[in-house]
């Protein structure tokens, strides 16, 4: 069936530091991709998605690419901030009567000062 | 819109006991998920509804766990009796059908048995 293998944290960094949290996935057909954070205390959000290959998803200075040889959509920062701790999940559509979202373990991220 | 609503947001109860969580999804969704989060087992899907009917609750650990969509504005998930190993978040989260795959999320439930 289709899932999502995401790294496990947590991860470390200092802030200004460059961000790669990696995401595969398997899936027939054309899946959504996304990434969801949750902050601390708070439900999951959006933070970004692509719908085809090669689509470029971002927000907030994070970045990911549905790149479908590699069945892949790593998100990225160039400069992480200590308000960006927080755990990022990386999901696919499955599609069906109802889109249900399949959702990796999440990874958690620690920003220090 | 005040997004998904969850209550209460902290339940503590004894084993035995029945526990009733409750969401209110935003107002024009039209399908309702419950997921289940633990540091073990991560996020899981509980059940789903589609326009206030059940479409897949195979997630649902037991018998003991049900779940109930009467009207599109609110829905509950119950567990009796509770046991200490259900002690979680519980999270809701609605979509609509223009944009079927975007879920958006309540604040949840913290629930600790026992």
């Known amino acids: 069936g289709n899932s999502v293998t995401q790294m496990e944290g947590p991860v470390t960094l200092s802030e200004e530091a460059f961000l790669t949290i990696n995401c595969t996935y398997t899936?027939?057909?054309?899946?959504?991709l996304f990434w969801y954070v949750q902050y601390p205390g708070e439900g999951l959000q959006l933070l970004l998605k692509?719908?085809?290959?090669?689509d470029k998803g971002s927000n907030k200075g994070f970045e990911a690419t549905y790149r479908k040889e590699t069945t892949s959509f790593h998100l990225e920062k160039g400069s992480v901030q200590v308000s960006d701790s927080a755990v990022y999940f990386c999901?696919?559509?499955?599609?069906?009567?109802?889109?249900?979202?399949?959702f990796g373990k999440g990874t958690r991220l620690h920003i220090l000062p | 819109d005040a997004g998904v609503i969850q209550s209460p947001r902290h339940e503590v109860t004894e084993m035995g006991q029945e526990v009733t969580l409750r969401c209110k999804p935003i107002?024009?969704?039209?399908?309702l998920f419950w997921y289940r989060q633990t540091m073990m087992r991560g996020l899981e899907l509980l059940i789903y509804?589609?326009?206030?009917?059940?479409?897949?609750d195979s997630g649902m650990p037991e018998d003991r766990f049900s779940a109930k969509m009467p009207n599109a504005s609110f829905s509950t998930l119950k567990i009796q009796p509770s046991e200490p190993r259900d002690s979680a978040v519980y999270f809701c989260?609605?979509?609509?059908?223009?944009?079927?795959?975007?879920?958006?999320f309540g604040a949840g439930t913290r629930l600790s048995v026992l």
């Open positions: 692509a719908t085809k290959a090669d």
């Open positions: 999901a696919l559509s499955d599609r069906g009567a109802v889109d249900k979202i399949i």
């Open positions: 989260a609605s979509s609509f059908e223009g944009a079927k795959n975007i879920q958006y």
């Open positions: 899936a027939t057909g054309y899946p959504s």
């Open positions: 107002s024009g969704h039209n399908s």
């Open positions: 509804f589609n326009n206030n009917v059940p479409i897949d």
